[in-house]
Structures are given as C-alpha cells and as structure tokens.
C-alpha cells in the first residue's frame, strides 16, 4: 500500500472553536475578577479541564489501497485498488485527566498542569471519497466481494494509524504543541504568571 500526506493543518482557529463550544462555563468565569495570589483558583481550572475530548490538530491523508490474489493453484487472477481520503484529529482526552496532580502556587501565581498523553482522537474515511478505480478478475476467478473490499479499506485505516505510532506523520508532536499553547494561553488569561504544561508517558 502506497500512503501519500496530502496535507496537515494546525487548527489556528481550533482553540477558539473549542473555547465557545465546550468551555462556556470557564469562559463564564473569565468574566469574574482574576484569581489574586491569596486566593485558591482550582475551581476554574477544573471547569477548564472538564472538557472531554480536545481535538488540536487535524491531518488529511490521501491513500492508495491495493490487493492482487493470484493464488497459483486458481486459474486467473483478481485484483483490486481504492483511492481515498483518511481525516485524523489528534488531541487529548480530559476524561484521564486527574486532578491531583495539578500543583498551584499561589504566592508566585504559579501553576503546573499535567494533561493525558496525546493521542488520536478521530478517523474517518468518508464513504463518499473513497473511489473504486480497479476490481478486475480473470480466467475462472470471481471479482472482490463487497465484503473482502470492506475488509481492505479497515485494514488501509489501520495501516494509517500503524503510521502516526511509528512516527512517519508528526500529528501527535503537532497536537502536544498545539494543546500546549492552547492551556498556556488560557490559564494566562486567568491571572497566572507562571504556566507549566506537562503529559502523562
């Protein structure tokens, strides 16, 4: 299987999506008066962190599938090739995140955040951009099955994935820095001085 990167976009406009769809409670209380050194502001980060699934970056990967069966004891052979368009988003999943190992200190207006592991978060072929360009048979052999053709394009989403774990597409490096300066940017607008992002191993 041939794998072609089609193109990869940092969601600019992600964070602030994200900000009006899933943080309109934090947001809320951005409106009240910043956290002062006295005070204990983990509530608002907690309503920062109960975000669910934060998706940072998205990556369009554009992907040849192909299968050829001539098993030598058939006469004939048959085979087949899909091209398609394979959609990753990459974030984190604040459902691992915990709490407890956020350490604030007040006096400094200091604050270190560790965040679950990046991850893929989402893949999708859509049905309608994957094109059949080949499924022949020859001699006595009968076409893939729509059956056997499913089974290739899971295996080619698969591969996909097997990808971005070896490290050949950089969406995960891309998600923790764009995760990164999304959280530093808002616990900044929440009066911190001093913003530490880290991730679980």
Not at 100 to 117: E, G, Q
Not at 161 to 183: C, H, P, Q
Request: proline share 3%; aromatic share 8%.
């Amino acid at each position: 299987m041939k794998k072609e990167l089609k193109k990869s976009r940092a969601l600019t406009a992600w964070a602030v999506i994200v900000a009006v769809v899933c943080m309109v409670p934090m947001l809320a209380s951005c409106q009240k008066p910043l956290p002062t050194p006295e005070g204990m502001p983990l509530d608002r980060v907690q309503l920062m962190t109960a975000t669910g699934e934060l998706a940072t970056v998205e990556y369009t990967v554009s992907k040849i599938i192909k299968a050829k069966d001539c098993t030598w004891w058939k006469i004939g052979e048959k085979r087949v090739l899909f091209k398609c368009n394979a959609y990753l988003q990459a974030g984190v999943d604040m459902a691992g995140y915990d709490d407890s190992k956020t350490r604030i200190d007040s006096s400094a207006m200091a604050i270190t955040v560790t965040l679950p592991k990046v991850k893929i978060l989402s893949c999708r072929m859509p049905f309608e951009e994957i094109r059949l360009v080949e499924n022949e048979a020859t001699g006595f052999r009968h076409q893939f099955s729509a059956e056997e053709r499913q089974l290739l394009l899971q295996q080619g989403e698969q591969s996909i994935l097997a990808d971005v774990d070896s490290g050949k597409y950089a969406i995960l490096a891309d998600a923790e820095r764009n995760t990164r300066i999304f959280f530093e940017r808002m616990l900044t607008r929440l009066g911190y001085k001093s913003v530490t992002i880290k991730f679980e191993k």
